[in-house]
C-alpha cells in the first residue's frame, strides 16, 4: 500500500507540472497571437524602462491609431481640396466663361457637374498613359527625343542653357524653383505617410533627396523621377510623379483691328552714311510700297556727314512721295539710349507704337505687323542665329515707355542702355513678350570695340563680336581647317593609288 500510494503521489505531482507548463505555453501563444502587427513587421515590444504588460501593448497601440488618424485626416482634407477645385471648374463650365470648341474631345461645357469630373479625372489619367513614363515610344530620328535636364536641391544642370549659355544654374527663374520644391515635397509627403511604411520608420527631409531629372512633354505634361537615401548602404528610393496638363481653354477671343496702328521707327546715327543709304533702300521698300504705315525718326549725332543723311531723307522723300518721317539734330558725343529717348519723347500726335531700331537692322513687312501682333517662328543656325543676348530692337507704345522712366541717360556710347530699359520693364507690372522673330534680320560687320567704352560696356561688346562672327561649326571649321585639308589630301591619294 505504501508502494502503490508513493507512486501514485509522483504521478500527480508530475501531471500538475505538466498542467503547468501547458499552461504557460498557452499564455505566452495568447500574447503572441494578440499582439498587433505593423504592415511589414511586429510592432517593437516595450522598453524594459517603459510601461509593461497589458498598459505598454496598450500605449502601442494608442500611436499606431494616431498615425492612421492623422493620415485619414489629410487624406480628407486632400480629397475636399480636389472636389472644391473641381466644383469650382465646374462652375466655371456652367457659367460659361470657357466657351471653347472643347478640343479635347471630353463635352466639358455640356456634362452635368459629376460627369464632368469624372471625364476630367479620365482625361488627366490619359495623360499619364499617353506620356512616356511606363514605355517607350519610337521616334524617327534622335531630334525627336525630349531630353531630360537633372537637379540637386542647389542647381539645374540643363541642355537648353538659355541667356546664361551655362549648362549648370541656379533655379533663379521662380516658377522653376516652386515646380522643383513642390516636386520634392510632394515626394517627401508621401514617403512619409503610414500606408508607405512601418509605423518606426525615420521620417524623411529634404536632406535626403539626392537628385532628380525631370522632363515636359508638352502636350501631354512634366515627369519626375526622384531619388532619396534608402534606410541601408547602397540602398536608395525612387518616386516617379507626373504632373498631367489639361485640356486647352479659351481665355479670351478678340478682333484686332491693326488698319490705323503707326508705327514710329526711331534710328539713332552718327556718320556712317553708306550704311543710312541701305537701310534706307530696304526702308523704302517694306515701309512705305508694302506697309505704309511707318513714322521714320532720325536722331542724327554731330554735323559731320549731316548733309549727305539729310540728303537721302529727302531723295527718298521725293521719290516715294513720302513725308512722314523727322530729322532731329543733337550735338554732343554718339548715345544710342539719349537718342532714342529724344526721339520717343520728340512725338506730339496720340500714342504711338515705338520700334528701336538701329541703322545695321534689316526688317521685313512681315516683322511690321510681328510688331502689332506678336509671332514666334525658326531659322537655321548656319544663316543666322537668335540675337537672345541683345535687347536693344524692342517694340512698345510710348505711353508705356515714358511712364516707364525712358533710358537711362547717362550711359554713354554703345551698348547697356537695352539693358536698363528692358529691366525696367521687368520691374513693373507690364508683360513683356520676349520671342524670336523671323523678320528681323541684323546685318553683319565687322565690330569694333573702342577703348572709350566703360569695363563693362567692353566686355559686353566683346561677348557679342565673339558671338557674330560665325556659327559654332563654322569656327570649328576654320580652327581646324588644316587638319580638314590634310585629311582630304590623304583620301585624295589613296583613292588615286587605288585607281593605278
Known amino acids: 500500500m505504501r508502494m502503490l500510494r508513493r507512486g501514485l503521489l509522483a504521478w500527480v505531482s508530475r501531471v500538475a507540472v505538466l498542467l503547468v507548463l501547458l499552461c504557460c505555453a498557452v499564455s505566452v501563444l495568447y500574447m503572441l497571437a494578440c499582439t498587433p502587427r505593423g504592415d511589414e513587421e511586429q510592432l517593437a515590444l516595450p522598453r524594459a524602462n517603459g510601461p509593461t504588460g497589458k498598459e505598454g501593448?496598450?500605449?502601442?497601440?494608442?500611436?499606431?491609431?494616431?498615425?492612421?488618424?492623422?493620415?485619414?485626416?489629410s487624406l480628407k482634407r486632400q480629397i475636399a481640396q480636389l472636389k472644391a477645385e473641381l466644383q469650382e471648374r465646374s462652375e466655371q463650365l456652367r457659367n460659361g466663361q470657357y466657351q471653347a470648341s472643347d478640343p479635347a474631345g471630353l463635352g466639358l461645357d455640356r456634362a452635368p457637374p459629376e460627369k464632368t469630373q469624372a471625364d476630367l479625372l479620365a482625361f488627366l489619367h490619359s495623360q499619364v498613359d499617353k506620356a512616356?513614363?511606363?514605355?517607350?515610344?519610337?521616334?524617327?530620328?534622335?531630334?525627336?527625343?525630349?531630353?531630360?535636364?537633372?537637379?540637386?536641391?542647389q542647381k539645374v544642370y540643363q541642355l537648353e542653357t538659355g541667356l546664361t549659355r551655362h549648362p549648370e544654374e541656379k533655379p533663379v527663374r521662380k516658377d522653376k524653383r516652386d515646380e522643383?520644391?513642390?516636386?520634392?515635397?510632394?515626394?517627401?509627403?508621401?514617403?512619409?505617410?503610414?500606408?508607405?511604411?512601418?509605423?518606426?520608420q525615420r521620417p524623411y527631409t529634404a536632406s535626403d533627396f539626392i537628385e532628380g531629372i525631370y522632363r515636359t512633354e508638352r502636350d501631354k505634361g512634366t515627369l519626375y523621377e526622384l531619388t532619396f537615401k534608402g534606410d541601408h548602404k547602397h540602398e536608395f528610393k525612387r518616386l516617379v510623379l507626373f504632373r498631367p496638363f489639361g485640356p486647352i481653354m479659351k481665355v479670351k477671343k478678340e478682333k484686332l483691328n491693326m488698319a490705323n496702328t503707326l508705327i514710329n521707327v526711331i534710328v539713332p546715327l552718327a556718320k556712317r552714311v553708306d550704311k543710312f543709304r541701305q537701310f534706307m533702300q530696304n526702308f523704302r521698300e517694306?515701309?512705305?510700297?508694302?506697309?505704309?504705315?511707318v513714322h521714320l525718326t532720325v536722331v542724327y549725332f554731330g554735323k559731320e556727314e549731316m548733309n549727305e543723311v539729310k540728303g537721302i531723307l529727302e531723295n527718298t522723300s521725293k521719290a516715294a512721295n513720302f513725308r512722314n518721317f523727322t530729322f532731329i539734330q543733337l550735338n554732343g558725343e554718339f548715345s544710342r539710349g539719349k537718342g532714342l529717348d529724344v526721339g520717343a519723347r520728340f512725338w506730339k500726335g496720340s500714342n504711338v507704337l515705338l520700334f528701336f531700331c538701329d541703322v545695321d537692322i534689316y526688317f521685313t513687312s512681315e516683322f511690321l505687323n510681328t510688331c502689332r501682333l506678336n509671332t514666334q517662328p525658326v531659322i537655321k543656325k548656319e544663316t543666322g542665329f537668335w540675337r537672345d543676348f541683345g535687347f536693344g530692337m524692342t517694340c512698345q507704345y510710348r505711353s508705356d515707355f515714358i511712364n516707364i522712366g525712358g533710358f537711362d541717360l547717362d550711359i554713354k556710347g554703345w551698348g547697356g542702355e537695352d539693358v536698363h530699359l528692358y529691366r525696367k520693364y521687368l520691374h513693373s507690372n507690364l508683360i513683356v513678350v520676349r520671342t524670336p522673330v523671323r523678320g528681323l534680320f541684323h546685318l553683319w560687320h565687322e565690330k569694333r570695340c573702342v577703348d572709350e567704352l566703360t569695363p563693362e560696356q567692353y566686355k559686353m561688346c566683346m561677348q557679342s563680336k565673339a558671338m557674330n562672327e560665325a556659327s559654332h561649326g563654322q569656327l570649328g571649321m576654320l580652327v581646324f581647317r588644316h587638319e580638314i585639308e590634310a585629311h582630304l589630301r590623304k583620301q585624295k591619294q589613296k583613292t588615286s593609288s587605288k585607281k593605278t
Open 180 to 200: 522643383l520644391v513642390e516636386a520634392i515635397e510632394s515626394a517627401l509627403e508621401t514617403l512619409n505617410s503610414p500606408a508607405e511604411g512601418s509605423p518606426n
Open 132 to 153: 512616356e513614363v511606363h514605355t517607350g515610344v519610337k521616334l524617327a530620328t534622335e531630334y525627336a527625343a525630349v531630353p531630360f535636364d537633372s537637379f540637386t536641391l
Open 57 to 73: 501593448y496598450q500605449a502601442v497601440l494608442q500611436e499606431w491609431e494616431e498615425q492612421h488618424r492623422n493620415y485619414v485626416s
Open 286 to 293: 517694306m515701309c512705305i510700297q508694302q506697309d505704309g504705315r
